[in-house]
Nanobody, 126 residues
Framework: VQLQASGGGLVQAGGSLRLSCAAS????????MAWYRQAPGKQRELVAS????????????DYADSVKGRFTISRDNAKNAVYLEMNSLKPEDTAVYYC????????????????WGQGTLVTVSS
């Protein structure tokens, strides 16, 4: 199983970016997905998470207080993908953003494992 993230870049304060991440491989089910970030000299922190939901009800979401009202996490279960729409970006949002997924691979019974993307750099200039 691999997670491939994309969409980072350089943006001015107040601007927007959209991050994408797709899981690929022998996947039976993708459970929770999330975005984390790590700024220079700081610990990795959870930015937003989303559960798998059902066919009728989308996944429930949760956000760090620092991004509430500015960031929106969403997912496409058919594509095993998760997205992070980031608006009103601030210089303090500058970090490497990592996608995360809790995945049940094919052929391992009911076991699920944590997988991480390679990280994508978001730089917000003032």
């Amino acid at each position: 199983v691999q997670l491939q993230a994309s969409g980072g870049g350089l943006v001015q304060a107040g601007g927007s970016l959209r991050l994408s991440c797709a899981a690929s491989g022998n996947i039976l089910r993708v459970n929770a997905m999330a975005w984390y970030r790590q700024a220079p000299g700081k610990q990795r922190e959870l930015v937003a998470s989303i559960t798998s939901g059902t066919m009728l009800i989308g996944g429930s979401t949760d956000y760090a207080d620092s991004v509430k009202g500015r960031f929106t996490i969403s997912r496409d279960n058919a594509k095993n993908a998760v997205y992070l729409e980031m608006n009103s970006l601030k210089p303090e949002d500058t970090a490497v953003y990592y996608c995360y997924a809790r995945v049940r691979p094919v052929g391992v019974g009911y076991n699920s494992y944590d997988y991480w993307g390679q990280g994508t750099l978001v730089t917000v200039s003032s």
